[in-house]
């Protein structure tokens, strides 16, 4: 039984929430909240198997509210909820970078939040072990094809990270679902989706500070990043210095690296 919080400041959108949930056996509705304290009292209460998480919920940043919740439950599935649409914007990557799992337009479909609700019937903690240990008791062929098609996504990454790409538009490409793709990400890789594309162009960052003048800004559009603040931010997190500080020390000779294609584990990346 999958246990679902609800956290959205306007009455409707939960009560139509509860509506749609009703109807699947699989489910209950453990809380609601409708601002940001009340949902972390909650949360720490009943540790959800999934959260349905309004992304302009009053009370308290919703950011903040995202590392708080994986903090205390990293099982949990944080899905966000928002009456514009915010895919590609930087707003979203970030609430992904700090751990929200996908994004959901409202008003919400009925038949969208239960296709939803039927990809993540595996986030729950019995499924979830049941599927760890299926990965770990697979034959050697699928192991294989495990490669094949991871190898196949790293590939498909190198060619289309600058362009904003997804976990979504990359399982499309492999042809395998978003959740078993991060499974192999986590198991391969030891990293998440996002954590890789973000090291692949703060890579690229590096490459362009050593190598060119352009501005800061312009390698920020570059990288699909609208907003250069938010850029020069996620590249300190990765380096350890801003862009500019990597520049000047770049230009002094003492970080001089170019990036070659090398081996993590078995990946060619």
Same mark, same amino acid.
């Not at 601002?35 to 198997?49: I, R, V, W």
């Not at 919703?62 to 099982?75: A, N, S, T």
């Not at 198991?187 to 692949?200: G, Q």
């Given at each position: 039984m999958l246990k679902i919080l609800l956290v959205d400041d306007e009455y409707l959108v939960r009560e139509a929430f509860k509506v749609i949930l009703k109807k699947m056996k699989e489910t209950v509705v453990i809380g609601e909240a409708s601002?940001?304290?009340?949902?972390?009292?909650?949360?720490?209460?009943?540790?959800?198997?999934?959260?349905?998480l309004d992304i302009n919920i009053p009370g308290?940043?919703?950011?903040?509210?995202?590392? +708080?919740? #994986?903090?205390?439950?990293?099982?949990n599935s944080i899905i966000l909820l928002s009456g514009y649409d915010l895919f590609g914007? &930087?707003?979203?990557?970030?609430?992904?970078?700090?751990g929200a799992d996908e994004i959901l337009m409202k008003p919400s479909h009925q038949e969208d939040v239960i296709a939803l609700i039927r990809r993540y019937m595996t986030f729950n903690e019995k499924e979830n072990d049941k599927f760890d240990s299926m990965l770990d008791g697979i034959t050697a062929k699928n192991s294989i094809q495990d490669g094949k098609v991871i190898q196949s996504a790293l590939n498909y990454i190198e060619e289309n990270y600058q362009n904003g790409i997804?976990?979504?538009?990359?399982?499309?490409?492999?042809?395998?679902?978003p959740f078993y793709l991060s499974k192999? +990400?986590? #198991?391969?890789?030891?990293?998440?989706?996002?954590?890789?594309?973000?090291?692949?162009?703060?890579?690229?960052?590096? &490459?362009?500070?050593?190598?060119?003048?352009?501005?800061v800004i312009h390698i920020a559009l570059e990288l699909n990043y609208q907003e250069p603040n938010y850029f020069s931010k996620v590249f300190k997190k990765v380096v350890g210095i801003t862009p500019s500080?990597?520049?000047?020390?770049?230009?002094?000779?003492?970080?001089?690296k170019k990036h070659n294609s090398v081996l993590n584990g078995n990946w060619l990346i």
């Open positions: 601002s940001g304290k009340k949902a972390m009292e909650l949360f720490c209460k009943t540790q959800p198997d999934i959260t349905f308290t940043d919703v950011f903040d509210l995202i590392e +708080f919740m #994986k903090g205390i439950y990293h099982k914007s &930087e707003i979203l990557q970030r609430a992904l970078e700090m997804t976990l979504e538009e990359v399982a499309e490409h492999v042809h395998i679902s192999l +990400f986590k #198991k391969e890789l030891k990293m998440n989706f996002v954590s890789y594309v973000t090291e692949k162009k703060m890579q690229k960052a590096k &490459e362009l500070l050593e190598n060119t003048d352009l501005p500080e990597y520049r000047k020390r770049s230009k002094k000779g003492l970080s001089k």
